[in-house]
């Protein structure tokens, strides 16, 4: 079975960091690229990040480029997010997510797995 | 900065077809996927590639795309559908990145 399952969310203080994980099954990692995806409560869709299967692409929405960093670990079947400089503004469920196709970069393919999400809350 | 805009809600009666927009300049040119997020779980994929549906997705959903919207067609709706439902594409500009339309609920009356 194609799995993906965050962890690592949690609540954290503004101006400090967190790492999120996905771990990924049932289909091969490395040949994919992989993107994270938040929603606010009661908000919509918002893409994050994205990684191409080899890390030779990688992509960042205006809200979190300089402070969030994306990286995956092939050997490990395991997607990364390293936020940093945390906000109120970045509290949200995100998602890992993966491309519906391989062997490309970050654009074009939909997202046909998704995890079941992992919650941030940003707050003091 | 790309835009999608999506009506924020749409009714139906059970057995009837409903039409979800997505409007975005020369949405056409692009190519356009589709998501349905029931609550309290992870969006699905239901159309790719402005009009393929995945394996397991019924072929009551059907997509399309031509010049400033794109479409989402549920035929035969059942109770089932009930559920917002996004469109996506990539936006290849000077700062490339993914978009997603603000999302529109279905409701079946």
């Known amino acids: 079975e194609v799995q993906l399952v965050e962890s690592g969310g949690g609540l954290v203080q503004p101006g400090r960091s967190l790492r999120l994980s996905c771990a990924a099954s049932?289909?091969?990692?490395?040949?994919?690229?992989m993107h994270w995806v938040r929603q606010a409560p009661g908000k919509g869709l918002e893409w994050v990040s994205g990684i191409s299967w080899n890390s030779g692409s990688i992509g960042y929405a205006d809200s979190v480029k300089g402070r969030f960093t994306i990286s995956r670990d092939n050997a490990k079947n395991s997607l990364y997010l390293q936020m940093n400089s945390l906000r109120a503004e970045d509290t949200a469920l995100y998602y890992c997510a993966k491309s519906a196709f391989g062997g490309s970069g970050i654009e074009e393919h939909a997202f046909d797995i998704w995890g079941q999400g992992t919650m941030v809350t940003v707050s003091s | 900065s790309y835009v999608l805009t999506q009506p924020p809600s749409v009714s139906v009666a059970p057995g009837k077809t409903a039409r979800i927009t997505c409007g975005g300049n020369?949405?056409?040119?692009?190519?356009v996927h589709w998501y349905q997020q029931k609550p309290g779980q992870a969006p699905v994929l239901v159309i790719y590639y402005d009009s393929d549906r995945p394996s397991g997705i019924p072929e009551r959903f059907s997509g399309s795309n031509s010049g400033n919207t794109a479409t989402l067609t549920i035929s035969r709706v059942e109770a089932g559908d009930e559920a917002d439902y996004y469109c996506?594409?990539?936006?290849?500009?000077?700062?490339?990145?993914?978009?997603f339309g603000g999302g529109t609920k279905l409701t079946v009356l």
């Open positions: 049932g289909f091969t990692f490395d040949d994919y690229a």
């Open positions: 020369n949405i056409g040119s692009k190519s």
């Open positions: 996506q594409v990539w936006d290849s500009s000077s700062d490339p990145h993914w978009v």
